[in-house]
């Protein structure tokens, strides 16, 4: 039997010394969702809204994104919708305003949807700190020892 505060404690929510569940936040996930007519959208949008969770659903068949806004894990929404038959997965693209200009060629998507571009992981930047960089400055004239070299 449990004292006062184990009492108040419960009363107010904390449970003791009983497992907590972990609260989810509020998040925003986005899927490109291959969608084909208001069939596919609305199979799709029925599947999302029927999750707990979600606060809200919007569907773009344009774009062939799905967002989704709610307490929701982004792995459990994406499954959801693999479940309808959809090819779907993880929204690849970022608003090319975003992008370190100029952006890779790897980068370049012909799919990508007007003013996006691929998502490129930092890898594939040029690293500034390599070699390679300070043999190209080493001989600079904003390297103030420079004349020492020659």
């Not at 208001?38 to 967002?67: L, P, Y």
């Not at 792995?75 to 975003?98: D, H």
Request: charged fraction near 25%; proline fraction near 4%.
């Amino acid at each position: 039997m449990g004292g006062p505060l184990d009492y108040v404690s419960d009363l107010l929510g904390g449970g003791g010394s009983k497992k907590h569940k972990k609260m989810k936040q509020l998040q925003t996930v986005e899927l490109k969702v291959r969608m084909d007519c208001d069939g596919c959208e609305r199979k799709v949008k029925n599947a999302i809204s029927s999750m707990k969770g979600v606060k809200s659903v919007d569907v773009s068949r344009k774009e062939q994104k799905v967002t989704v806004t709610g307490y929701v894990d982004a792995n459990k929404v994406l499954k959801k919708v693999k479940a309808t038959g959809k090819r779907a997965e993880v929204w690849p693209y970022v608003p090319y305003s975003l992008v370190a200009q100029p952006y890779t060629a790897q980068a370049y998507d012909k799919k990508a949807p007007a003013g996006y571009v691929r998502k490129v992981e930092s890898h594939t930047f040029p690293n500034l700190n390599s070699t390679d960089e300070q043999y190209t400055t080493l001989f600079s004239e904003d390297n103030t020892n420079a004349c020492t070299i020659m």
